[in-house]
């Protein structure tokens, strides 16, 4: 995909990685809107501040409605309550499921027809090291990413026919205001950026980006007994 003449969305875009995306898609050529549920909290320079809340269908057929011009869609924006499923808020484990699942199917059902009216682009989801490994603490979320990354996997297929390539990323911890508690090794935001930028570019349908998401990866294949070596 030819950034420069891209037409780009992308979700979450008032701060973490959603940011940087759109700064790095801007700095390529691109042209970007940036949406949140507060457009106000938008204010990089050449980026339209558009209203998208995901978790509402009705806020995301008004955005398709008003945005006929996309060719690449980034599904970034997201929560993070840190509910465990079995002792955690019901409310927190529906809000991770209607964010990166329902929020994301939402935003492809309504926004790949727009790109396929012009002439075909590409879908870009953020995923997680999390939709491959996951532990109590974030059970919640990692079980939404987990729905996203099989969402990913099966909207791939049936969008491919229709010119629309579409992409995974995987990362673990960014230094972002979601990890700010974290006191692992963090990835900067504007080098995820980067290589999602450069992945969509190259068409590659998935993009793992740190040296973290590259051992779980690598360790899918050893089942239970690789990825949970705690349980004997």
Do not use: C
């Not at 209607?98 to 879908?123: C, D, K, N, W």
């Amino acid at each position: 995909m030819d950034i420069s003449t891209a037409t780009a969305l992308v979700t979450g875009a008032n701060r973490g990685l959603g940011r940087a995306l759109a700064q790095e898609l801007v700095a390529r050529g691109a042209t970007v809107y940036g949406a949140a549920r507060r457009p106000d909290q938008i204010d990089l320079p050449g980026v339209k501040a558009i209203r998208i809340d995901v978790t509402d269908p009705a806020s995301v057929a008004a955005a398709a409605e008003e945005v006929r011009d996309i060719t690449l869609l980034i599904n970034n924006a997201g929560s993070s309550t840190g509910a465990d499923l079995l002792t955690g808020s019901w409310d927190d484990v529906r809000l991770e499921m209607e964010t990166h699942y329902l929020g994301t199917l939402g935003m492809i059902r309504a926004f790949a027809p727009v790109i396929e009216s012009q002439g075909g682009g590409a879908i870009l989801n953020i995923l997680s090291v999390l939709s491959w490994v996951t532990f109590p603490a974030v059970g919640a979320y990692s079980a939404a990413k987990s729905a996203q990354w099989s969402l990913t996997n099966e909207v791939r297929q049936q969008l491919a026919p229709r010119g629309i390539t579409v992409s995974g990323l995987h990362v673990g911890y960014m230094d972002t205001d979601m990890a700010r508690h974290v006191t692992e090794p963090k990835t900067d935001p504007a080098d995820v950026a980067r290589a999602a930028v450069d992945g969509i570019a190259a068409g590659a349908p998935e993009i793992v980006v740190d040296d973290l998401s590259r051992r779980v990866q690598a360790g899918l294949s050893g089942g239970v007994a690789a990825l949970y070596p705690q349980l004997g």
